[in-house]
């Protein structure tokens, strides 16, 4: 069973910058499409940011040209840049596979853009 980890979230005044961590706990993590998902108060979770096995990305519309997805298949890990964050940018951010079936969802990483 593969175990999700993410991190480096946290408190960030509007137009700064935080890089987010998710660690896998198995080698299979390298063929898996993956995503950053992130769920803000009484909304759905929604996916931001996705990245093929190969490395090809694709983001929402509201991240597009602010946010990078990023992996390094040999540390089983997936990165998120966040740049220019807003307040609406707010919310739990989580990592897992793109399309079902999905891993079980780790704590994810609360971050708060606020002045």
């Known amino acids: 069973q593969v175990q999700l980890v993410e991190s480096g979230g946290g408190l960030v005044q509007p137009g700064g910058s935080l890089r987010l961590s998710c660690v896998a706990s198995?080698?299979?993590?390298?063929?898996?499409?993956m995503g950053w998902y992130r769920q803000a108060p009484g909304k759905e979770r929604e996916l931001v940011a996705s990245?093929?096995?190969?490395?090809?990305?694709n983001y929402a519309d509201s991240v597009k040209g602010r946010f990078t997805i990023a992996r390094d298949n040999a540390k089983n890990t997936l990165y998120l840049q966040m740049n220019s964050l807003k307040p609406e940018d707010t919310a739990v951010y989580y990592c897992?596979?793109?399309?079902?079936?999905?891993?079980?969802w780790g704590q994810g990483t609360q971050v708060t853009v606020s002045s």
């Open positions: 897992n596979r793109q399309r079902s079936p999905r891993l079980e």
């Open positions: 198995g080698s299979i993590f390298r063929v898996y499409d």
């Open positions: 990245i093929t096995f190969l490395g090809s990305t």
